[in-house]
T-cell receptor
C-alpha cells in the first residue's frame, strides 16, 4: 500500500518557539492532505485540509495563524505550530489522498508526531 | 454535519472468541463511505475495513466483517477468532463521497473503543 511518512515522530520544544512537522507521500502524489490532532485517549479531530498549490481550509475553532499549513508540492505538506504553548502539546497526524483517483476513498496515514511544549 | 457515535469506550474479549463493536452515525448525505480504523499502541492508523453506502452487501476482510444497517444508520464491526494483535483502539469513521461538495473525503471519527484481547 501507499506510504505516508511523517517527521519528526516526536519533538520537545520550549514555549514560544515554533515547530515544523512534515508529511510526505513516498510513493504517490497527494492532491489533498489532512491534518488531525489527537488528545490522549481521545479521537482524531480534523484541523485542516490542504490542497496542493492553494490555501488550506481550516476547521472551525482552529487558529490558522497559529497552525500554518503549506502544501507546496504533491508529495509534501507541512504543519508549523507557531509560538507554541503547553496547551499545544498533543499528537498530530497527517493523512493523504492519492491524486487523480476520484473514486479512491482510502486515506493513508502518517505515523504521527508527538509534540510536547515545555 | 455528520456525527459518529461509539457507545462502548472499552471492551475485552478472550483470545479466539468473537467480539462486536458498535457504531452509529447521523447524516443527511446519500453518497458516503464508512470505515473502521485500528490504532495500536504505536498510534499508526490502520484501515481495517470499508463499506460503501450504496452497497447492500456487508463488507468482509478475513476475520473482520461489518453489519451495515443503512436505515438504522448502524455500522458494527465483528472480529472473529480474536488474536492478541487485535488489541488496539478501534475508530469508526464516516466520509462524504466524491462529488458531495465541501467536505468530500474528510473523515469524521467516533470517540473510539479500546479493545483488549485476553490470552
Amino acid at each position: 500500500g501507499a506510504v505516508v511518512s511523517q517527521h519528526p515522530s516526536w519533538v520537545i520544544c520550549k514555549s514560544g518557539t515554533s515547530v515544523k512537522i512534515e508529511c510526505r507521500s513516498l510513493d504517490f502524489q497527494a492532491t489533498t492532505m489532512f491534518w488531525y490532532r489527537q488528545f490522549p485517549k481521545q479521537s482524531l479531530m480534523l484541523m485542516a485540509t490542504s490542497n496542493e498549490g492553494s490555501k488550506a481550509t481550516y476547521e472551525q475553532g482552529v487558529e490558522k495563524d497559529k497552525f500554518l499549513i503549506n502544501h507546496a508540492s504533491l508529495t509534501l505538506s507541512t504543519l508549523t505550530v507557531t509560538s507554541a504553548h503547553p496547551e499545544d502539546s498533543s499528537f498530530y497526524i497527517c493523512s493523504a489522498r492519492e491524486q487523480g483517483r476520484l473514486t479512491n476513498t482510502e486515506a493513508f496515514f502518517g505515523q504521527g508526531t508527538r509534540l510536547t511544549v515545555v | 454535519a455528520q456525527t459518529v457515535t461509539q457507545s462502548q469506550p472499552e471492551m475485552s474479549v478472550q483470545e479466539a472468541e468473537t467480539v462486536t463493536l458498535s457504531c452509529t452515525y447521523d447524516t443527511s448525505e446519500n453518497n458516503y463511505y464508512l470505515f473502521w480504523y485500528k490504532q495500536p499502541p504505536s498510534r499508526q492508523m490502520i484501515l481495517v475495513i470499508r463499506q460503501e453506502a450504496y452497497k447492500q452487501q456487508n463488507a468482509t476482510e478475513n476475520r473482520f466483517s461489518v453489519n451495515f444497517q443503512k436505515a438504522a444508520k448502524s455500522f458494527s464491526l465483528k472480529i472473529s477468532d480474536s488474536q492478541l494483535g487485535d488489541t488496539a483502539m478501534y475508530f469508526c469513521a464516516f466520509m462524504k463521497g466524491p462529488y458531495s461538495g465541501a467536505g468530500s473525503y474528510q473523515l469524521t471519527f467516533g470517540k473510539g473503543t479500546k479493545l483488549s484481547v485476553i490470552p
